[in-house]
């Protein structure tokens, strides 16, 4: 009788000491992706009204860098964290931790937004990126995970690179914005190039049809960039143009192994490899720019890179977290074919008729437009899943048994 009155107190006790324990979200992901989603859809339309913003070219370009794909950038690295620490440092954000991250994220855009200047423009902008450093590196640093530390301190060299860009006056006649745009095609080299013949292999390396991950030629890929946009900060705009050139070949030579009949009938990796396709081509029309020299050419193209491959990247990964789960595969809802539909749609014609009218409206216009109905539709979906809980693994299906 002792024995069991024991027991039972020590039930109560461990009960109410983790009642008085701060809960802690699984799916600390979400808030990012729908803050992510509703400033892309919003940011474009400065172009339509450009008496928002002092500046509509420099806010426009800083904000889907900084303020859009930074954004996805800290939901994928709070997704991966759990994972990366291991099961026996398993590590997950707490809603105040989560909160604070949410609000530096909104202080940094309202800074720009309002015209800030100075010291306190700096300090806005750097909250959000150093915030998410300091939930990253600590948690991999006691798991003694190594090899993730240079991307979880990614966010770090963020924070620099956007006080640098601030500093240059909205990086006018400086190669600061170019870089950062080179610098998040690395990345997606990189990330990508990993995660999606992943994600390919849950799907089709038990009918034996693996996906090779061609790490060697990924490795000269993504040498490539990095020598783009070595050449790029040295002004060096033919030497940055052959190497994006080689960069676009060796990327498009993966997409050709990664190729499978089955990727048509199963739309969340068709979203994958059609991203896949824009950084191919992205990185082809830009390189071809900047080696023939044109001035205002380079400008043009570069949405390749930013609308297309960036935009459709971001979409068609962190849609994968709302997706309808099936035994072994995701299932992509209409919303979601709508939304990469309109994204690429919007790349074609910024990038194809900027200038060209119809209907009384420029192809800028019709772009803006065609950007902003893609992202609503991929918020459809995310908001049907806010209140649902996180499946895991977040990104993926799990693999049907042998």
Not at 92 to 115: H, K, Q, T, V
Not at 274 to 303: I, K, N, S
Request: proline content about 6%; charged content about 10%.
């Amino acid at each position: 009788m002792i024995l069991l009155r024991i027991s039972i107190w020590r039930k109560l006790c461990c009960s109410r000491a983790l009642n008085r324990k701060a809960p802690r979200p699984a799916a600390a992901h979400k808030p990012l992706f729908l803050a992510m989603g509703v400033w892309a859809m919003l940011v474009p339309w400065v172009w339509i009204w450009p008496e928002l913003v002092p500046d509509p070219a420099f806010w426009h370009a800083h904000e889907l860098i900084f303020g859009v794909a930074v954004a996805a950038l800290g939901g994928y690295l709070l997704i991966a964290l759990p994972s990366w620490t291991g099961p026996n440092h398993r590590h997950r954000i707490g809603y105040p931790s989560l909160a604070l991250l949410l609000l530096a994220w909104g202080l940094g855009r309202a800074a720009i937004l309002s015209g800030a200047q100075g010291l306190g423009l700096w300090g806005s902008v750097v909250l959000y990126p150093l915030g998410l450093a300091a939930l990253m590196l600590p948690p991999l640093w006691r798991a003694r995970v190594w090899r993730k530390l240079p991307l979880a301190a990614v966010p770090v060299a963020l924070a620099v690179a956007d006080v640098v860009w601030l500093a240059t006056q909205g990086g006018n006649g400086h190669p600061i914005g170019l870089a950062l745009v080179l610098g998040f095609a690395l990345l997606l080299s990189v990330v990508g190039g990993r995660a999606l013949p992943a994600f390919f292999n849950s799907r089709f390396a038990a009918g034996g049809q693996p996906v090779l991950q061609l790490r060697a030629i990924g490795v000269l890929a993504s040498g490539a960039i990095a020598l783009s946009l070595g050449a790029v900060i040295a002004q060096r705009a033919d030497l940055a143009g052959a190497a994006l050139l080689l960069a676009g070949a060796l990327q498009g030579l993966r997409m050709m192994v990664w190729a499978r009949w089955g990727v048509i009938a199963q739309f969340d990796l068709l979203m994958l490899y059609l991203a896949w396709g824009w950084l191919v081509l992205g990185l082809l029309l830009l390189g071809r720019a900047l080696w023939l020299g044109d001035a205002g050419t380079p400008a043009t193209m570069l949405h390749g890179l930013t609308l297309g491959a960036m935009g459709a990247m971001i979409m068609a990964v962190t849609a994968r977290a709302f997706m309808t789960r099936a035994p072994g595969r995701l299932l992509a809802s209409p919303a979601h074919a709508a939304a990469i539909a309109l994204i690429s749609i919007a790349a074609v014609l910024r990038l194809a008729f900027p200038t060209a009218e119809a209907m009384g409206l420029t192809g800028l216009h019709w772009s803006v437009m065609a950007w902003s109905l893609g992202w609503a539709c991929y918020l459809l979906p995310l908001l049907r899943g806010l209140a649902q809980p996180s499946p895991h693994p977040v990104l993926g299906a799990k693999r049907l048994s042998a």
